[in-house]
């Protein structure tokens, strides 16, 4: 069990190194764009910022497309948000976008995605994620249920997988639940919490502020932080106890926090229901293959090295302390 403890606290160490300051660095970029008339497109651009720092990105339309009036600037919560409008006319084999491609210049150079929402006049909406190594779409009519179940997948995997804060949460219950039914029982007691404040607040049932929601995130980390020193002093809480309530209660925050990065793309408006699913789907499946390296590489460690540490366990617990907490003044900031 030590050597299950030790190999589970060194893995976490090479963890926050990667996510000390980067939690949600990898969130997507959003494009908007809405034919309020005949080949005329109302476009919102949405690019992730921190501060005033903002992805150099942006969309680069077909050549017979051109803006009309001023470009709106602003920034949001959390990003950078940009309006206008597109005219695309020219001649009848030049007109509107269908057929055309979309390029998103400087994506390459990132490691985020972007959504793109198309709505046609006639109703018809579409999804679909460009992404770094394929910076362009050919814009196309209806789209299949498989497009909407494939995206949708892909996002809600990638955004588990990016977000820091979140995988961080998952590890240090991995460190306090001893017993492999207990660890059954609490993953999915955080799943079902997550996935019902998930489709609450992504159906407008509740309606949270972001912010707020980030910032108790990382305080819910902060908690467990606490809680690795108290069982280093072999001190027992609810935590140790009945590690499963502690996950569906923070995992209903953990929801809003999902359901606040799915709003920022939006959802088709068609096939609310069956995206709204797969990205829950994919937010577990990421979850799990998290899960799964983690335990397959604690195996490689006890199969192989068979180091013992004895002072990592209570380092990485105030290390994890540190992190959160510089998380929760930092996110309290943006308030």
Known sequence: MKNYINSLF????????????????????????????????????????????????????????????????????GAHVSRWTLSCHSDETQSGLVGHTIFIEGLTQTITDVLIRIQFLDGVTTTNIVKPNHAELTVEGSPSSWQVITDYFVLGVEHILGGIDHLLFVLCLLLIVKGRWLLVKTITAFTIAHSITLALATLGVVNIPQAPVEAVIALSI????????????????????????????????????????????????????????????GVEIGQLLFIAVVLIAILIWQQFVKIRLGWLPRTVAYAIGGLSTFWVFSRIALF
Not at 12 to 39: D, K, T, W
Not at 229 to 255: C, E, N, T, Y
């Open 10 to 77: 060194l893995i976490l160490i090479c963890f926050m190194q990667y996510g000390f300051v980067h939690a949600h660095e990898s969130r997507p970029a959003y494009l908007e764009i809405n034919e309020s008339a005949a080949s005329v497109f109302d476009i919102t651009w949405r690019r992730p910022a921190r501060g005033e720092m903002v992805l150099s990105m942006q969309p680069i339309f077909p050549k017979h497309c051109a803006v009309q009036g001023k470009v709106a600037n602003y920034f949001t919560s």
């Open 222 to 281: 902060l908690f467990l932080a606490v809680e690795l020193v108290k069982q280093q002093q072999g001190k027992s809480d609810l935590a140790m106890r009945s590690p499963w309530i502690v996950a569906f209660i923070f995992g209903l925050l953990h929801g809003f926090g999902f359901a606040g990065a799915l709003s920022e793309v939006g959802l088709p408006q068609a096939d609310i229901p069956l995206a709204l699913l797969m990205f829950n789907v």
